[in-house]
């Protein structure tokens, strides 16, 4: 597996999450309307931006985890057993820190 190759894809989904983390956050700094039911729906929104948020702020700090493995050389190593993480589930998905097995 080429690890540059992983890392760059890595690095291209961590720049998105940041972005849309930026945008969420932006949408949830925005004034409430004054009217109360514009304000309940307006509020379910942001709970649905808020969840949102949480998912890709998780997958970051997953991403970021990877990049750090890699930095290590640990990468492609199961945290958990010590054997080799498949070229397969790597390219799958690239954040795993653990074999199929052990997963």
Known sequence: MDLTVQKNLLLKRRAELAE?????EDK???PMPKDWEDRAS???GDEVLEALGNVEL???RRIDAALARMEDGSYGTCAKCGDPISDERLSAVPTAAL???CA
Not at 20 to 24: G, R, T, Y
């Open 20 to 24: 849309d983390l930026i945008d969420i």
């Open 28 to 30: 949830l700094d925005d």
């Open 42 to 44: 307006e509020r379910q």
């Open 58 to 60: 998780d997958e970051l």
């Open 99 to 101: 074999c199929r097995n």
